[in-house]
């Protein structure tokens, strides 16, 4: 879900949308957080440009549910997003938001897979990588949380073992 209002300030725009905690705290290491906590969107990373390329206009404001676990992105005032930030209303629609959250999951699961695999090549622990990860991250290390981080372990374990019985059955064939 997603709430978003007319701009609170001269200088910057305020995008609300709803992630689970894991992700936000993604967010906030992949981008710069200001002194309230908010992420700053920034263009010049992949996440920033996706949740970019979803904020669409209107003259009227948009009514929309308020958001479950909110997290506030601050939107900096370019030359090119001046007029709209200034005089329009922005929103993002639902299925705007959930490709937005499909797409942070999948940027999140392949960073801990590389994580994983390195890992894994020095002979760390799964507990040892989580907990690192969970650390470098500035994850909560709730019981959630570090779930979330093991099932993305545990999904690349379970491609890489049909990707070794599907070679196995091709030389058994």
């Given at each position: ?28 290491h ?31 404001p ?9 997290v506030?992105?601050?939107i ?49 622990t ?20 570090y ?27």
């Amino acid at each position: 879900m997603l709430y978003l209002g007319k701009n609170i300030a001269m200088y910057q725009a305020k995008l609300i949308i709803s992630l689970p905690l894991h992700l936000a705290d993604f967010c906030r290491h992949e981008m710069k957080e200001d002194a309230a906590g908010n992420i700053i969107l920034q263009r010049s990373k992949d996440i920033g440009k996706h949740i970019y390329s979803h904020i669409l206009t209107s003259d009227m404001p948009v009514k929309q549910l308020p958001p479950e676990n909110p997290v506030t992105f601050i939107i900096p005032i370019t030359g090119a997003n001046r007029y709209a930030l200034g005089s329009r209303f922005l929103y993002i629609s639902r299925w705007g938001e959930e490709k937005i959250c499909d797409y942070i999951e999948s940027e999140f699961n392949h960073r801990m897979r590389i994580l994983f695999e390195a890992g894994y090549r020095k002979r760390y622990t799964q507990k040892q990588i989580i907990e690192a990860i969970l650390q470098a991250y500035n994850i909560r290390n709730t019981a959630v949380n570090y779930e979330a981080v093991k099932k993305s372990d545990y999904r690349n374990a379970k491609k890489i073992r049909k990707i070794v019985m599907d070679d196995l059955e091709c030389a058994v064939l």
